[in-house]
């Protein structure tokens, strides 16, 4: 019939769209019900959030940080926007700016930006309690698979120099001390690609014997048959109590083995090591 839209015949949930694009008037088209992604890729380094990005995702997998502007939904034209980012890079952080508004979690006092992390997927909608904000609800990405927490202890001393490890990273399974030395194959295996960062050490009571006691390093591998090798996350305690490495990290696949090694010199006699990790 004449003036009349032809019947969708390919099976699915179709519904009658109108895209304005620019201001100028188009006409009406069937078009299915599903999720269509928006890939930023490569080195791509800035992008806009776009009206068409309206209940899509868009996925950031290129190999470096991107800085993406976000207009207020009255650009969009759509007092209902929201949109779902997912940085699915290895390390690189994507960089959210509204353009006049605010934006931040919600609960929270808005603020110019808000950062994605690596592995993490945001829920960008409005705020329904102010007309100038935007709601960032913020998450591990699918693809990361979440967070995991890395930790491990011992009980007892060590007496003069050896390497050592601690409850699943490098002790001894049977028994549990310290004064055990550091087993090769007691690892932990990582469920999922994360980067391995944040190492912290304590030791509760017994101070260092010198500068260059309690050298604490994460040692990983490429695999469960691959070969252990020292990473660049590493501290030194010496003669405190504690130590921490913030700066270096190590990408792992999934598959991958995580141990900790301790090493103390010769008139050395701590222990009760305690040792955490992260990798997301």
Known sequence: MTGYLTPASTDGLWFLQENVAAGVHVA?????????????????????ILYSDNEQPVDYTGTVAVAV????????????????????QATNSVTITPTTWTIGAPGATGTSSLVVAAKQRCR?????TSSTNWWGQCSPTSSGG?????????PGTISGAG???????????????????WNYNVVMVMTHACTLKNLYYSQPSIAGASSSD?????????????????SA???????GYACSDTTHTVSLTAGSIVSVQI??????VVGNFNVGMECD
Not at 233 to 239: D, K, R, S, V, Y
Request: with cysteine.
């Open 69 to 88: 502007t976000l207009p207020t939904a009255t650009t969009l034209g759509n007092a209902a926007f929201s949109t779902l980012i997912e940085n699915d």
């Open 28 to 48: 009406p088209a069937w078009a299915q019900l599903g999720v269509n992604p928006r890939a930023v890729t490569g080195t791509t380094s800035t992008d806009t």
């Open 214 to 230: 309690q050298v604490v390093t994460a040692w990983t591998s490429a695999g469960v048959h691959g070969s252990l090798a020292a």
């Open 263 to 268: 090493v103390t010199v010769a008139s050395s």
């Open 146 to 154: 979440g967070g995991i927490t890395i930790q491990g202890n011992c």
């Open 163 to 181: 390497t050592w490890g601690v409850l699943n990273m490098g002790g001894n399974p049977a028994s549990g001390q310290c004064a055990n030395a």
């Open 124 to 128: 960008i909608s409005i705020d329904p």
């Open 233 to 239: 996350l590493t501290c030194t305690a010496g003669t």
